[in-house]
């Protein structure tokens, strides 16, 4: 991956001039500003050769001003810029700097949530002049390797069952992914197998009472099963709010038309169209055997309503927790 290369170089301090970090996953941005804003320069350098702007706060000719600042007993100058996406409209200004930059300053663009097109001469000339990271985020299925490569640097491996309820549960965001691993590995011994267990009394997922189970047992029609995790819900309303629970269920429900609709219902093939970890195939075949297409339709149907009363439409005074149960019983019956 990119950002590795980066910061590869950076721990053997090769430095660049420019830096310009963009893109979606905000985590791998984050990991480059902040070694060079922790580790370029010693503490008793910072205060009068390090600066950090914020885009909002400041524009392109006082960047270019404060990069071509000489650094002073130091060898480095450090330029942080973040939420730089907020000079979108300026940005191409830096042209002429990227021609010629300071070269005993680091300046870095902290560029979140965007990209510079490349079709342009001013993004092609960002990408060949400078260090240029574009990131995207992981899909979901990609989250569970995702967090057995984080966790095997600190020495730990975790079972798949675990990798996935962290992945289902946290989603896509890195950053706090990252953040509810670290938590876990101070309370866990090294090299210990991390366990759906270890999960939920540390990071504080229910491994038995959360939507995805639900989804388990709405999919092989287990009333029981269901009914124990929406009872869960009810005493837990702000940690399981409907409108979360609704939005997984109907994501749940159009994977399983999609399923329906796949000629090619090969394990992989599966996994592909639908965005899931091949782990979760076989819930997905059962699902779809009990849910006909008909049936599934109607469901979807059922999820758009509620979710509308949810948000108190149509709905007087029903609880969450009522709403949930009057779904869960028109899904299974």
Known sequence: MVHLQILKDLKNKVYHPVYFLSGEE???IDQVSDYIEDYVLDASEKDFNQTVLYGKDTDIVSIISEAKRYPMMANHHVVIIKEAQHLSRQIDQLEPYID??????ILVFCYKYNTIDGRKNFGKKLKKQTVYLETKRLYDNQI?????AYLKEKKYTITVPAALLISEFLGTDLSKIA????KLVINVPEGVDITPELVEKNIGISKDFNVFELNKAIGVKNVLKANQIINHFAKNEKEHPLVVTV????????????YHYTKDKSRNNIAAVLKVNPFFVGEYQVAARNYPIKKAVKIIEYLRDY???SKGVDNASASESELLKELVFKILH
């Open 26 to 28: 905000t985590y791998y």
């Open 100 to 105: 010629n930059p300071t070269v005993s300053t």
């Open 144 to 148: 569970p390797d995702w967090i057995s």
């Open 179 to 182: 953040n509810e691993l670290n």
């Open 247 to 258: 939005g997984l269920l109907y994501t749940f429900f159009c994977n399983i038309l999609k």
């Open 307 to 309: 979710d509308i009363k």
